[in-house]
């Protein structure tokens, strides 16, 4: 189990919260911009109005990775998206650091079993990604429903270290690429009193190693599908619940469930709280999300 209050490195993810809340709020008065907000995991298929940055703290517990069991930790993300006109944009999306701490699996190896610490300037199966999204604006013009298509890349860009008192036992990530395409929708209804949101990615990921969800493969895919409905009519309270889905056309199927709140500080600032937990035997077991969404 994680230790968190004898982690020296725990204090990293609330460095960043204070830092990233600080100038933010300092900036809050000279924004003007305007946008909707938004859930943690579903993203809209309408185009941002502004530029937007999202930073998100994950305390996750239970990750699955192929050589870790009973992973628990945190991992801190910067997301950035910049539209370029009324129906494309592009995200920027940009792991920045992970810590955890959990079991080592390897058998034949002499620290098979043992708990070791792990971290580096990276994500687990998060890579440092760049995509592009578009909106089907004629197909949207057919209905109510706004939709878009994406498609992107991304690298691994650091290992993450896996440690016994300090001394290096393993290297996590060594390499790897992944390519993704997707779709988005979203919709309001009950004259906006609620908006339904609903995204799927399909991941593939190549000359991985160490990340895998249920085996030691290289290469594997990943379908990612989430869906949202946010209750709008609570002022600066926005209530949100999630559905998450993860499938890897093996062996694992993981369903998750996230009620979460989204509270806007300024027409340029939200603060976002999730909590997923899972509701089948795959899966990590439960985390706590803090997001930080500003609109420039």
Do not use: C
Not at 53 to 75: A, Q, V
Request: glycine share 10%.
């Amino acid at each position: 189990m994680l230790k968190l209050e004898n982690s020296p490195s725990m204090g990293l993810a609330g460095a960043f919260a204070s830092v990233a809340l600080l100038i933010f709020s300092g900036t809050i008065l000279a924004a003007g911009s305007i946008g909707p907000v938004e859930p943690i995991f579903s993203r809209y298929a309408q185009t941002y109005h502004v530029p937007t940055l999202d930073l998100r703290i994950e305390y996750f517990h239970d990750k699955p990775m192929e050589e870790m069991d009973d992973f628990d930790g945190y991992t801190v993300t910067l997301d950035f998206t910049y539209p370029i006109d009324d129906v494309s944009q592009i995200e920027l999306l940009l792991p920045l650091y992970t810590d955890g701490e959990g079991d080592y699996n390897k058998p034949g190896n002499a620290f098979d079993g043992r708990s070791l610490d792990v971290d580096g300037y990276g994500g687990i199966r998060d890579f440092a990604s760049l995509i592009y999204e578009r909106r089907l604006s004629w197909l949207e013009s057919q209905s109510d429903i706004n939709i878009a298509w994406l498609a992107g890349a991304g690298k691994r860009l650091d290992t993450l270290d896996a440690k016994d008192n300090g001394e290096l036992v393993d290297k996590f990530n060594h390499k790897g690429k992944n390519f993704q395409v997707g779709l988005k929708m979203d919709t309001n209804i009950r004259s906006g009193a609620m908006t339904l949101i609903g995204n799927l990615r399909y991941v593939v990921f190549r000359d991985t190693d160490d990340i895998n969800l249920t085996g030691d493969d290289i290469d594997f895919e990943v379908l990612y599908a989430t869906g949202a409905i946010m209750f709008n009519k609570y002022g600066r309270m926005t209530p949100v619940l999630e559905l998450l889905l993860e499938e890897d056309f093996e062996d694992y199927t993981s369903f998750s469930l996230s009620p979460g709140m989204i509270y806007t500080m300024s027409d340029g600032l939200d603060i976002k709280l999730g909590a997923p937990f899972r509701l089948t035997s795959d899966g990590q077991k439960y985390a706590g999300e803090l997001e930080l969404s500003y609109r420039f």
